[in-house]
């Protein structure tokens, strides 16, 4: 069989590996695995993005006392996710294939030492034929530390890795027009990059055991797409799904995002990204923000700089923010934030952001 892409990530929504009552429904994990391993013997190389530890850890404990949500949560994963890498690698092991465990936080994401040994642990895994199974370590990321949801962790994932496509398969075959309750929607079969407004046709309701919904998801895969990978979202809980989507020449019911043709360097893709663990604001005057976003490629130089908010460390991520109070990118800082504020206005020295760790947006 061949197949449009040959190296892909694949998020697995929360509620195709739940089952109504909420237990994890070991049949259809199975059907799945069976399909990544059709995949994996024809060379797509594949990481997982994994939802269900909450799910599965549900049936197996039964608090003693009334949990508030954080605790459920940590309590829940703890268990669960042990029990679901328990079982992937199981499923896996019949096929004479290994997996293995990554769990992540978004803190991993925020700085670039802790990216890269992420992603090289991927990679050392993909080298050797491994299938990395990530999801959020939910025993320690609580409240405002989580990701909204997995969706964009494997936004994340498909970033990092390079990949040429992301699969999200969720409980419905894609996006559709409308309520998808309603028999007149239909699903929208190609979406092209971020520049479709579809806020008015997704419900802000969620699947039973979702986290983000589906707005969510559009927004992610949005953005994925503009840094030039194909988006899929497909119907996980249909039988053989991942082939047949992922077939040359498929014709399977989905959503596909058409990606954007501009090549993007793979530390500006992370940056793009990273917006969202920001660690300080570098505010700067006129002169420099009409040079950075002119046409010739420049780095941000401590002479425009007119003040530093909050503190941050080398090579973490900052906001770059306008004479007029608007962000205007977001870049990762070349000097911690103590010395940096010593430095203002000086010329002839390092920048403190270089143009090839700039995203202007
Ligand atoms: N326009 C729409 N098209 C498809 N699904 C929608 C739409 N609007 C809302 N949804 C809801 O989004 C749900 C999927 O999102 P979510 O619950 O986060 O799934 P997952 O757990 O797979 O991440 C669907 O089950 C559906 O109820
Ligand atoms: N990390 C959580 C999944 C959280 C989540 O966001 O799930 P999903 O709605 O499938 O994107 C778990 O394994 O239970």
């Known amino acids: 069989m061949a197949y449009q892409f040959t190296r892909i990530a694949v998020k697995i929504g929360s509620n195709v590996l739940t089952r109504k009552d909420g237990s994890l429904d070991v049949t259809r994990m199975s059907a799945l695995v069976d399909q990544v391993a059709e995949l994996h013997q024809h060379g797509v190389e594949v990481v997982l993005i994994s939802s269900g530890a909450v799910a599965s850890g549900r049936s197996e404990v039964k608090p003693g006392r009334k949990l508030d949500p954080v605790s459920a949560r940590q309590l829940y994963s703890a268990v669960g996710q042990a029990k679901l890498i328990n079982r992937y690698f199981e499923l896996f092991r019949e096929h004479k294939i290994a997996c293995g465990q990554v769990l992540t936080t978004k803190e991993n994401f925020g700085s670039r030492t802790h ?19 990530v999801n959020e370590n939910d025993t320690i990321s609580v409240t405002e530390l989580m990701f909204t949801d997995n969706d964009e962790l494997s936004g994340l994932i498909a970033t990092m890795m390079g990949m040429d496509a992301l699969i999200i398969l969720s409980n ?7 309520n998808p309750s309603d028999p007149a929607a239909t699903v929208i079969r190609e979406i092209d990059g971020g520049k479709q407004d579809l806020s008015e046709y997704v419900q802000t309701s969620k699947s039973s055991f979702g986290r983000g919904g589906m707005l969510t998801k559009c927004s992610i895969a949005q953005k994925v797409a ?16 991942l082939p047949r989507l992922l077939v040359k020449g498929s014709t399977e019911v989905c959503t596909r995002f058409i990606p954007a043709a501009k090549p993007v360097s793979s530390v500006k893709k992370w940056i793009a990204h990273s917006e969202g663990f920001a660690k300080g604001e570098i505010h700067i005057n006129k002169g420099t923000e009409e040079a950075l976003t002119g046409p010739r490629a420049t780095s941000l130089l401590l002479v425009g700089v007119t003040a530093i908010i909050g503190e ?21 800082a070349g000097y911690d934030s103590r010395e940096a504020v010593t430095l ?8 403190l952001v270089h143009y090839d760790y700039l995203y202007l947006d």
Do not use: A, S
Not at 115 to 133: D, G, R, T, W
Not at 344 to 351: A, E, L, S, T
């Open 344 to 351: 203002i206005g000086q010329r002839d020295i390092k920048p």
């Open 172 to 178: 419905i075959d894609g996006i559709y027009n409308g």
């Open 312 to 332: 941050f460390e080398k090579n973490d991520i900052v906001k770059i923010v306008g004479e007029d109070g608007i962000q205007i990118g977001v870049g990762c």
């Open 115 to 133: 990216y890269l040994n992420q992603k090289h642990c991927m990679e050392v895994m993909l080298e050797n034929n491994v299938i990395p199974i």
């Open 226 to 241: 503009d840094e030039g990978i194909t988006v899929i979202i497909g119907n996980g809980k249909k039988e053989n799904i």
